[in-house]
Structures are given as structure tokens and as C-alpha cells.
């Protein structure tokens, strides 16, 4: 089923709607009060100032107040009924805006500001702990798309739909004022279509203390190492975009010579490219969660911020272009691109974050993760904007800033997927997998979602494991032949992956009594292990009867046992040797079209070596 068709599920249109028609009331408003600060009260440069950088200081402070707060009440509460409280506050919010803007009454706006703050703060949590428990795991990360991809394009209209109608000479205060009432009902009536998700934490007692309870959510979300690294990359995106974002009326101005319009384009092409990145997300991913895309979005926005800077970063020679002239000058197509693939490769890095944080955070403490997300996210926005400052202050342009964010994000990436080889693993595995075969994987529902189990496969080639692992959806530890294990170009992704090396017993009785120790404390620690139990590659494309070192590890650890068949890799590349020349195989089967088949669980008690062997040559069928 393509992600497009969650547009027809109850379970996931009205939350998609809800939370568009949010992100597109919040930034019409904020606009709206921009244009009407900026341009329509009189002020002074100073004045208008202090209110513009007092505004996104006001909308950022309740992430730091009560974050830690909200998450806890996503936890405690059945979630569609927070959403309509919310969306309710919502609808207060924009009531009381509208006299603010009607009586041009700028410190009344800049209260509804903060009230809009402690509505997304609240509504942060909530919105992406719903995900996991309305969407099935092989839709996680298609939902997470369509979620980014309709919460950027809603936020470019809300942009433009504020200042657009606050601008309006004579009646721009009621057509702003009538814009955000109408959506705040309008998400009201979405919300109310949301069904039930209930408490995953009803027990839980709420800490009303905002700096203890703070600290308690951060410990939380630092206690899982790989989601920690995870919610820090997704807080790194945020001050990228901060960065950009603040940078781009600047850029636009000195840089480009454009007008409003060419700022509304630039806006529009890097949302646009954040919107497809996000999409594209579930068909790079195969529709898993994949966090191997991530390096992938990392080095795109490098690579084409640095191209930005180069493509235009000195003083435009003529000013006030508007979009049409601006796209008619010499290399601004070359500039329009970089902008939109920025955005593109942007959306790739985030998506599979979100959904990562999503599949391994606890499911009772996810609402707490993600207010920990939210706030190390205000923390960053804080920190770009302080960073944006300083260079601006040294007297560096717009372009020398973009540049700067550019190449430090590979600093940043460097650092994360240092301290989580996993990332790095991922997207060896996902780039050579996906470049040497098409993979179709059926019946990988029937590995667990959690806890221990014993996964048997068949041996046809030296990248067996690194097929399954890019293509399941929980890390495994594979257990192989230790010269296998010690072949130059794949013991990093091997080591980084946490195999275990194993021996036979004439070769190395040590190692293998270390291979079955190993085997069992990974078991016992919840982790799933996959053993590929005919003990070598097939020499000719067919199976080979499985070893009886299985039973001795289930007679140590009583775990379900899954078995798996590879079909269709004899004869492709990596296959174990020419059948006619008896040497490495040349790959003349390039992008080899292979299975993975996955059977239903086998309890430990019938799981013996012929009966999984069994099942193992009916899933294999006749393709090996």
C-alpha cells in the first residue's frame, strides 16, 4: 500500500489535517503580526526591532517551561482528548488575536504569541507519540513523510497567506483576524475525527515542577544511547534551519537583489525540496525505518550548501528583482536548485529520525522522549540564533553564514554517527544492497517487535547478513563463520554490527565455546541473533543439511525461533564460485532480483535442527 493511502484512514487523516491546519495558524498569525509590527504601526527601526526579535524569544520560552510538563500528560492522558483542549486553547488564542489586531494592540499580540508557544509545546508530545500507536511499523516512516512533508508546505502558506492578507490596505486586520479564527475551528472540527489512543503510561504521577521534572525528562531521553544521538540530530536540523531561515531575507535582499516576491520564492523551493525529500523517504527506504538514508540527507546538505555559496556570494549588481527577473538572471536557476535540494536532502535526514526515535523509544516514556526532543530543539534554535548574531556581528554575509552551517553540519554528523556506528552501518548496507540487488522482503511482521528470538536462514553467499541487515527492522546479532567475519572490506560493517565470529570445533574449540556465550547473554539481554545453521556457503545453489549447534543454543535459552529463506542469489554476484571455472564470481547478475521470505515463529520446544530445516526449504521454494 503506497503512504498515500493513509489519506483514506481514519486512523491517520484527521491527525495529518490537525496538525497541518496547526502549523499553517501558527505561522499565518506570527506573519501577520511581523507585516503588521513591521510595516503598519509607524514605529521606529528600534522600536520595530525590539519587537521582532522579542517575538520568536516569546513563542521559544514555554518549550523550556513546559515541555517536560506536556510530556507527561501524553503519557497520562488518552491523547485525543489533549488535542481537542488543545485545539480549543487554540481557538481562545486567535479570538483574543483578532482584537490585538483590530486595535493594533501589540502587547496583547505578543501574549497570544506565547499562548502559541504553550500550544505547540503541548501539542509537540502528542503529535508524534500518536504516530506509533496508529500506524503499523512498515508505515511509520511513510506517515512521518507525509507528516513533514504537509506540515512544510502548510507552513509556507501560512507565511505567505499572513502577510499576504495583513497587507491588505484597509481591511488587512480582519481578514487576518478572520483567516486564523476559521482554521483554528476548522482544525477543531479535524481533531474531533481522531479516534481513541489511550494512556500508555496511565499510572504515572505527574511532577508539576518544571525545572526538576526538565532534568528528569532529558535523563530519559539520554538513557537510550542511540535515540539520544537520534533526538541530537533532529535538534542539529532545527538550528539548520534556523540558520537558513533567518539568513534567507538577507540573502535575498544583498546577495540575490531580489524583492518580497523572490524571498516568497525561496521560501517556497526550499519547503517544496523538504516536502519531496520527506516523500521520498519511504521509497528509498523500501518502507522500514531506515536510519541509513540519514548520512545520505547529512552529505547532500553539505555538498549543496557549500555549492549555494559558491553559485552566488558577493553583492548583487542590480536590487529589486522581482521572482520572474530573478529566475530570468544569469546562474539563478543553478541557485533555485541548490535551494530545493537543500531542503530535499534535509527532508531525507530528518524523516528517518523522527521515525527512529519513534520504533526504539519505550512506548510508556515516548510522549517524555519527545518533550526531551523539543526541548534540546529550543536549545538549538536559541543557539542558531546566537550564532546567526555573532557572524552577522564579525561582518559576515548571509552566504559566508550559509557556508559556515554547512560545513560545520559535517562536523556535527561526523561527531553523531561516530558515538552511533549504526547510522554509518545502515547506510553501507542500505547503498550496497540497494545499488548490487532489488530486495522484496515478505513476512517480516513475523519477527518480533521486541524481546529475544533465535532467527535460522539459509547460506547462499558472502553478503547474506549484510542483506538481512538492511532489510529488518530490528538491529540482529549474526552469528558467522569467523574467516567470513575477517574478510578485509566488510569486518568494519561486521564489527561495527556486533557479530559473532564462531569456529568449528576442530578449528578453534575456544572461539566457539566464546560464540556460544556470546549467543546466550545477547539472548538474554532481549537482542535478536540470527545463525544461518547449514555452517557454510551452499557450494552449488542447493541446501545443505543444518548442524545441530542451534539445538545446544536452545537448550540454553529457550527462545522462539523464526526461520528465513534467501531465494534467488545463486548465480548473482557474491555467490560463492564459478561452477564452471571454479573462481570468484563475476557479477553478471548485477541488481540481481532477490527474496527474503520470513515464516511464522516457532516455539523452542518443537525447534530442531530437521524441523526448521524443514520449514526453511518450503519458504525457499524453488528459486535458490
Not at 507527561?72 to 483578532?98: C, G, H, P, T
Not at 506517515?143 to 491588505?168: F, P, R
Not at 531465494?567 to 571454479?582: I, P
Request: hydrophobic content about 55%; glycine content about 10%; proline content about 5%.
Amino acid at each position: 500500500m503506497s503512504q498515500f493511502a493513509l489519506f483514506g484512514q481514519r486512523r491517520f487523516a484527521p491527525f495529518f489535517w490537525t496538525q497541518a491546519l496547526a502549523a499553517f495558524n501558527d505561522n499565518a498569525f506570527r506573519n501577520a503580526l511581523l507585516v503588521l509590527v513591521a510595516f503598519q504601526l509607524g514605529l521606529d527601526e528600534r522600536a520595530a526591532g525590539l519587537y521582532t526579535n522579542l517575538a520568536p524569544a516569546l513563542f521559544i520560552l514555554p518549550f523550556f517551561l513546559f515541555s517536560a510538563t506536556a510530556g507527561q500528560l501524553a503519557e497520562r492522558f488518552e491523547k485525543s482528548r489533549i488535542i481537542r483542549w488543545v485545539k480549543l486553547f487554540e481557538i481562545a488564542a486567535m479570538a483574543v488575536a483578532a482584537a490585538g489586531f483590530l486595535t493594533h494592540h501589540v502587547a496583547l499580540l505578543l501574549i497570544v504569541l506565547f499562548m502559541m508557544g504553550i500550544h505547540s509545546t503541548v501539542f509537540g508530545p502528542i503529535k508524534y507519540a500518536i504516530l506509533p500507536q496508529a500506524l503499523k511499523p512498515a508505515e511509520l516512516l511513510g506517515g512521518n513523510g507525509l507528516v513533514e512533508m504537509g506540515t512544510q508546505l502548510a507552513i509556507l502558506l501560512g507565511m505567505m497567506a499572513g502577510s499576504v492578507l495583513m497587507g491588505v490596505a484597509g481591511v488587512g486586520a480582519w481578514l487576518a483576524s478572520g483567516l486564523t479564527i476559521v482554521v483554528a475551528v476548522a482544525g477543531y472540527v479535524a481533531c474531533r475525527f481522531i479516534p481513541p489512543a489511550p494512556a500508555t503510561a496511565p499510572g504515572l504521577r505527574i511532577n508539576w515542577n518544571p525545572f526538576t521534572e526538565t532534568a528528569r525528562v532529558v535523563g530519559i531521553t539520554r538513557a537510550n544511547r542511540a535515540v539520544w544521538n537520534a533526538v541530537l540530530g533532529i535538534s542539529w536540523f532545527w538550528f539548520f534551519g534556523t540558520v537558513l531561515v533567518a539568513q534567507l531575507p538577507l540573502y535575498t535582499r544583498e546577495t540575490l537583489g531580489g524583492d518580497s516576491t523572490v524571498y516568497a520564492l525561496v521560501l517556497a523551493l526550499f519547503s517544496i525540496g523538504s516536502g519531496l525529500g520527506a516523500l521520498a523517504c519511504e521509497k528509498l527506504s523500501g518502507r522500514r525505518v531506515e536510519i541509513g538514508l540519514v548520512p545520505l540527507g547529512a552529505f547532500g546538505i553539505t555538498a549543496f550548501g557549500v555549492d549555494l555559496y559558491f553559485a552566488g556570494h558577493g553583492t548583487a549588481s542590480a536590487h529589486g528583482l522581482d521572482w520572474l527577473a530573478f529566475l530570468h538572471g544569469a546562474g539563478n536557476w543553478h541557485i533555485a536548485l541548490d535551494l530545493t535540494l537543500i531542503g530535499a536532502f534535509a527532508g531525507l535526514y530528518v524523516v528517518p529520525l523522527f521515525a527512529f526515535v519513534q520504533s526504539r523509544a519505550p512506548r510508556e516514556k515516548l510522549s517524555r522522549v519527545i518533550a526531551g526532543n523539543n526541548i534540546m530543539n529550543a536549545v538549538l534554535i536559541v543557539t542558531a540564533a546566537g550564532f546567526g548574531l555573532g557572524l552577522t556581528a564579525l561582518g559576515v554575509s548571509a552566504a559566508g553564514i550559509f557556508l559556515a552551517a554547512a560545513l560545520l553540519n559535517v562536523l556535527v554528523a561526523a561527531y553523531i554517527f561516530t558515538l552511533v556506528p549504526e547510522f554509518i552501518l545502515r547506510f553501507v548496507t542500505w547503498l550496497l544492497t540497494t545499488t548490487l540487488y532489488r530486495v522484496r522482503a515478505d513476512g517480516l511482521r513475523n519477527i518480533p517487535e521486541e524481546g529475544a528470538a533465535l532467527l535460522v536462514c539459509n547460506h547462499v553467499s558472502y553478503v547474506d547478513a549484510l542483506l538481512l541487515m538492511a532489510n529488518l527492522r530490528r538491529p540482529a546479532r549474526f552469528v558467522m563463520y569467523y574467516k567470513i567475519f575477517d574478510i578485509p572490506l566488510l569486518r568494519f560493517l561486521f564489527r561495527t554490527a556486533k557479530a559473532i565470529p564462531i569456529a568449528g570445533h576442530k578449528e578453534d574449540p575456544a572461539l566457539l565455546a566464546q560464540a556460544f556465550d556470546t549467543i546466550d547473554a545477547a539472548l538474554a539481554g532481549g537482542e535478536l541473533v540470527c545463525v544461518f545453521p547449514e555452517g557454510a556457503l551452499t557450494p552449488d545453489g542447493a541446501m545443505t543439511a543444518f548442524r545441530p549447534g542451534m539445538e545446544t543454543i536452545l537448550a540454553r535459552r529457550a527462545v522462539p525461533v523464526v526461520p528465513m529463506a534467501l531465494r534467488g542469489l545463486w548465480g548473482s554476484m557474491w555467490s560463492r564460485r564459478d561452477s564452471a571455472l571454479h573462481r570468484a564470481r563475476l557479477p553478471r547478475r548485477f541488481r540481481a532480483h532477490v527474496e527474503l521470505v520470513v515464516g511464522a515463529p516457532v516455539p523452542a520446544s518443537e525447534a530442531t535442527a530437521a524441523t526448521l530445516e524443514a520449514r526453511v526449504r518450503v519458504l525457499r521454494g524453488e528459486m535458490a
